[in-house]
């Protein structure tokens, strides 16, 4: 059985578009057509997020449409709604696993936050996540970008570190 080819957009939503990401829409739109399958995760915070009740943060209030995906996400693209750091759940496990998904390539936001917790979710549940470095990014600038990627290089070995453009 051939390999499917699957990327997983984690967070690029309005709330998150700042002077760190704003080239990431436009990358991410443009990485789905090189793959089989595309899953995209939106961060909503309830009431009992743990980034209002523990991290203490005040959520979206001062972005318009916060949780609205910022690039146009391709039709047969799935979208997972998810409400703390990791896009790794029963039910998206169950669909990786329908679809035989053994490896999956991880774009998007924060590189040192969503972007870490779900590739190692990913590496716990024994699916290789392979990260796209430079169609990730972090709001917190390119030092936690980079503290990210150190922690994924350490953690997945830096043969799952991809990059599209030339090597910085």
């Not at 309830?46 to 959520?59: C, N, V, Y």
């Not at 999956?104 to 392979?130: H, R, S, W, Y």
């Not at 503290?147 to 599209?164: C, F, K, T």
Request: charge should be negative.
């Amino acid at each position: 059985m051939p390999e499917i080819s699957a990327l997983l957009i984690i967070d690029v939503q309005h709330g998150f578009i700042n002077q760190h990401t704003s080239a990431i829409p436009a990358l991410v739109e443009k990485e789905q057509v090189n793959y089989d399958l595309v899953w995209a995760t939106r961060l909503e915070y309830t009431a009992e997020s743990p980034f209002l009740t523990i991290r203490k943060l005040s959520g979206f209030d001062h972005v318009y449409k916060p949780t609205e995906l910022a690039f146009n996400v391709r039709s047969d693209a799935r979208i997972i709604l998810k409400h703390g750091y990791s896009a790794v759940s029963k039910e998206f496990l169950e669909e990786l696993h329908s679809h035989n998904v053994t490896m999956i390539e991880l774009a998007g936001m924060d590189t040192d936050q969503c972007v870490l917790a779900t590739a190692l979710g990913l590496f716990d549940a024994n699916i290789t996540p392979k990260i796209i470095v430079d169609r990730c990014f972090s709001t917190g600038g390119p030092e936690a970008h980079e503290a990210g990627i150190a922690v994924l290089r350490r953690a997945l070995g830096s043969h799952n570190l991809i990059y599209r453009e030339s090597k910085p």
